[in-house]
Structures are given as structure tokens and as C-alpha cells.
């Protein structure tokens, strides 16, 4: 049962414009949203992270949205840029325990054209 | 920043041989550690996690023979994969929760079995 849903599978964007990628789930008890982007043949890395009691986080140029009532979070990057090519999974987890794990997307690869 | 590494980062083996593959926290405690596997273009799949002097507990489907866990200590655990197979190949990654629950990954371990 895949609890966290997400779309597109890929995409493909212009230099300087928005990429969006979104993310259902299924469990209410998640209480933790991270995205992770990963570079091949390297690790996730942590990107931005949203709680529930939060409708929006932003870092920079990326931003995270949220909707409770609708249990689906997103992902914004604005001014795209072709370094910002990569996978990018979001994730969901119920508590902060050394023990709790992650449950993850299906991943998006995103490409930014120059 | 909290950094977690891995070793070796790439493999390659016989079929038959067994491979063991390190995660260490490096700048703080981790009394749980989490094995991923990745195959091409996918998410990430949890293996294992892995407690600190005790069993580790494995996800259903993961052969707990086949895939050998020690967490020696707090800042180390190590993956075996005993009598490896061209199957086996794959992308192996670990991470570890901090305080607060942010989950650092490693840089991912490259197997292939010849």
C-alpha cells in the first residue's frame, strides 16, 4: 500500500520558471513532511521540511504548501535553474523518534533546461 | 551540518562472496539506523532499521539471513550481504534521525555483483 502519492513522475522545466511537484497521503497520523532531493549515485539530502500546523514554509527559493484538510503537501522551486536538476522525493512520518521512519514518494526527476 | 558517511561508496564482487558495507554518523549519536535500497529511477525501499545493541527489525520480504545488520555501537552500523548474487546489485543507503527527528542520509554504497 503506497501511503504517500506522488506526481509527476518527471518534469521538465525552462530556466528561470516554476517547478511544482505534488504529494498525497493517505495516513493522518504523519506529522512530519520532508522533501529530499537527490543527485545520481549520491544520498538524499534534506531540502525543506513542514509540520502540519503550518500551511506554508519557505526557504529560499523553495517553498513548501500545505493542505490538511485535503492531505497533500507540495512542493514550489521558483527561478528553476539547471543545478536544481535532480530526483526529489517527498516523504511523510508520524513522530520525531530516533525510531521513526519515513515513508516515502515515488519520486519526480526534474529537468531544467538552460 | 550533520553528516552521516558510508563505506565503501562503490563494490564489486564475485557471486558467492559476501560484502560488508559501513554507516557511521560522524558528529552525532544515532541509536537507530535505517537501510535503504534503491534500483534504478525508484524510490527509495526500507530494509532494515537498525537499533543499537539489540536486533535489528526487517521489513517484510527482506531476508534477515541474507542481509546481515550490526549496530555496534552509536555510531556505527554495518550491512552484510552474505553469498551475493547479480541480484543483489543495487544502490545501498543509510540514514539516522537526530534530535528532532531529521533524518541525515549517507552517500549511498554502489554494489555490483559480477
Known amino acids: 500500500q503506497q501511503q504517500v502519492k506522488q506526481s509527476p513522475q518527471s518534469l521538465i522545466v525552462q530556466k528561470g520558471g516554476i517547478s511544482i511537484i505534488n504529494c498525497a497521503y493517505e495516513?493522518?497520523?504523519?506529522?512530519?513532511f520532508p522533501w529530499y532531493q537527490q543527485f545520481p549515485g549520491k544520498g538524499p539530502a534534506l531540502l525543506i521540511a513542514?509540520?502540519?500546523?503550518?500551511s506554508e514554509k519557505k526557504e529560499g527559493r523553495f517553498t513548501i504548501s500545505f493542505n490538511k484538510s485535503a492531505k497533500q503537501f507540495s512542493l514550489h522551486i521558483m527561478d528553476s535553474q539547471p543545478g536544481d536538476s535532480a530526483t526529489y522525493f517527498c516523504a511523510a512520518r508520524v513522530g520525531e523518534t530516533s525510531g521513526s521512519r519515513l515513508t516515502f514518494g515515488e519520486g519526480t526527476q526534474l529537468t531544467v533546461n538552460p | 551540518g550533520a553528516v552521516v558517511s558510508q563505506h565503501p561508496s562503490r563494490v564489486i564482487c564475485k557471486s558467492g562472496t559476501s560484502v560488508k558495507i559501513e554507516c557511521r554518523s560522524l558528529d552525532f549519536q544515532a541509536t537507530t539506523m535505517f537501510w535503504y535500497r534503491q534500483f534504478p529511477k525508484q524510490s527509495l525501499m526500507l530494509m532494515a532499521t537498525s537499533n543499537e545493541g539489540s536486533k535489528a527489525t526487517y521489513e517484510q520480504g527482506v531476508e534477515k539471513d541474507k542481509f546481515l545488520i550490526n549496530h555496534a555501537s552509536l555510531t556505527l552500523s554495518t550491512l552484510t550481504v552474505t553469498s551475493a548474487h547479480p541480484e543483489d546489485s543495487s544502490f545501498y543507503i543509510c540514514?539516522?534521525?537526530?534530535?528532532?527527528?531529521?533524518?541525515?542520509f549517507g552517500p549511498g554504497t554502489r554494489l555490483t555483483v559480477l
Open positions: 495516513n493522518t497520523a504523519f506529522d512530519y
Open positions: 513542514i509540520r502540519p500546523d503550518v
Open positions: 540514514s539516522a534521525n537526530m534530535v528532532r527527528g531529521r533524518q541525515f
